[in-house]
């Protein structure tokens, strides 16, 4: 399975508390797969702007990455159901089918890994992950998300998430072959 191009392309929607180890998965994806991955923080940090200005350029890239019809992997502004569904709606609208990972981690250890200087990423004060732990909405049932442990190796993770996106793919209507009749033999394979 190639999933940068099956046969309908997905959006990897990245949802978890900050720590929880999303840009860990979404980044070793799409290296192993060659994906595009779509984070505002990288674009906010590596361009120095503001939010308002973050939000306009992630806008424009993912615009322009939905028409290459290749599975992509998205992590931004999934906190809340509301968020989540004006995302999905984008996505559906553009011919893609979403696929939300909800990577899980005690909020303990997310937020001794949210706050942990860093040389190269801004890292959050303890008082932002309070902040944004009480504005996470958990993905409820119907957003039917691939629950993940920000514990575990990326293999493990990478199977549970493959297992569905192939799951998806077997949810594509498949019309029965014509049963054929093999000449000289009287034997029909259906």
Same mark, same amino acid.
């Given at each position: 399975?190639?999933?940068?191009?099956?046969?309908?392309?997905?959006?990897?929607?990245?949802?978890? %508390?900050?720590?929880?180890?999303?840009?860990?998965?979404? *980044? !070793?994806?799409?290296?192993?797969?060659?994906?595009?991955?779509?984070?505002p923080r990288v674009?906010?940090? =590596?361009?120095?702007?503001?939010? *308002?200005?973050? $939000?306009?350029?992630?806008?424009?890239?993912?615009?322009?990455?939905?028409?290459?019809?290749?599975?992509?992997?998205? *992590?931004?502004?999934?906190?809340?159901? /509301?968020?989540? =569904? #004006?995302? $999905?709606?984008?996505?559906?609208?553009?011919?893609?089918?979403?696929?939300?990972?909800?990577?899980?981690?005690d909020p303990t250890? /997310?937020?001794?890994?949210?706050?942990?200087?860093q040389k190269d $990423?801004?890292?959050?004060?303890?008082?932002?992950?309070?902040?944004?732990?009480?504005?996470?909405?958990?993905?409820? /049932?119907?957003?039917?998300?691939?629950? %993940?442990?920000?514990?575990?190796?990326?293999?493990?993770?990478?199977?549970?998430? =493959?297992?569905?996106? #192939?799951?998806?793919? #077997? !949810?594509?209507?498949? =019309?029965?072959?014509?049963?054929?009749?093999?000449?000289?033999?009287?034997?029909?394979?259906?």
């Open positions: 399975m190639n999933p940068s191009n099956p046969s309908t392309p997905h959006v990897i929607i990245m949802v978890g %508390i900050p720590g929880a180890g999303k840009t860990t998965f979404a *980044e !070793n994806f799409a290296k192993s797969f060659k994906a595009p991955y779509v984070n674009i906010s940090d =590596l361009a120095g702007i503001d939010a *308002e200005a973050t $939000e306009k350029v992630t806008k424009l890239i993912f615009d322009e990455l939905l028409k290459t019809t290749r599975t992509l992997i998205y *992590e931004g502004s999934t906190f809340t159901k /509301a968020q989540r =569904l #004006a995302l $999905e709606k984008l996505i559906i609208k553009s011919g893609y089918r979403p696929l939300i990972v909800w990577v899980q981690t250890e /997310a937020k001794r890994r949210a706050t942990k200087k $990423e801004s890292q959050l004060s303890p008082e932002d992950f309070d902040e944004a732990l009480k504005i996470f909405e958990n993905p409820l /049932a119907n957003e039917k998300p691939v629950v %993940i442990s920000g514990k575990h190796t990326y293999t493990t993770q990478l199977r549970i998430v =493959l297992k569905r996106l #192939a799951g998806t793919q #077997a !949810n594509t209507p498949i =019309l029965p072959a014509k049963p054929r009749t093999i000449i000289g033999r009287n034997i029909t394979v259906r």
